[in-house]
């Protein structure tokens, strides 16, 4: 079975430094992906970043970054120079590449607000 | 990235009514899914979109709740039938294909249910 933890309460970020969004999983699939989502006000979900497995470099995608650490099995998401336009729910998702029909896993999500 | 688009985007609905959501999907998608989302809550899935033949329901779903069809590759419906105030939610069609078969999410269909 997969599982994906966010805990962390609602964030706050000054406009223009950097964030970081916590998420850890657990699976005993040793091929997988993990995926990080924005879902702003208006409700539609926003792709934007992968890491896979067995992926040797931490994703980066413009101002987003993934702190992979799989030892620790942390998909952490790194925004820098924070805009108001981040302002929005973050979730992170996995999903194991280990049968014809595997699924995505989301977590909680995570309440990004970025101040002026 | 795959392109997803859903139509209605919003919706304000009678009780014991049924309303019709559309998704229609560009051809790198291969599979095709119906997520809900209900207020303050993450996404739950409801079912698998399978071309041509019944859709895949998750634990909770049922087929005469929730009818799905998949005529073919590139579109989908989902029915929310007889609906009450619980079912008041976000509705998002999601497809996976293309590039590491990465899933894309359609804008969503916001229903509200009085």
């Known amino acids: 079975a997969q599982k994906i933890t966010q805990t962390q309460p609602g964030m706050f970020v000054q406009e223009k430094e950097a964030v970081t969004l916590d998420c850890t999983y657990d699976t005993s699939d040793p091929s997988y992906g993990l995926f990080w989502y924005k879902q702003p006000s208006s409700g539609e979900m926003i792709f934007l970043i992968y890491q896979g497995s067995y992926d040797q470099q931490n994703a980066t995608e413009g101002r987003y970054s993934l702190n992979f650490q799989k030892a620790r099995k942390s998909a952490n998401l790194v925004i820098s120079a924070s805009q108001l336009g981040d302002s929005a729910m973050y979730f992170c998702?996995?999903?194991?590449?280990?049968?014809?029909?595997?699924?995505?896993?989301f977590g909680k999500g995570i309440t990004l607000s970025v101040r002026p | 990235s795959a392109v997803i688009s859903q139509k209605p985007s919003r919706d304000i609905c009678q009780r014991g009514t049924s309303l019709t959501i559309q998704c229609q999907v560009d051809s790198q998608v291969t599979m095709m899914f119906w997520y809900r989302q209900q207020p303050g809550q993450s996404l739950t899935l409801i079912a698998t979109?399978?071309?041509?033949?019944?859709?895949?329901?998750e634990s909770g779903f049922v087929i005469d709740k929730f009818p799905i069809s998949r005529p073919n590759l590139t579109f989908s419906t989902l029915t929310v039938s007889n609906m009450s105030p619980e079912d008041s939610s976000i509705y998002l069609c999601?497809?996976?294909?293309?590039?590491?078969?990465?899933?894309?999410f359609g804008p969503g269909t916001r229903l509200t249910v009085l």
């Open positions: 999601s497809g996976r294909g293309g590039y590491r078969d990465t899933q894309y």
């Open positions: 979109a399978n071309q041509g033949s019944e859709a895949t329901y």
């Open positions: 998702a996995m999903r194991a590449y280990t049968g014809a029909n595997s699924k995505l896993t």
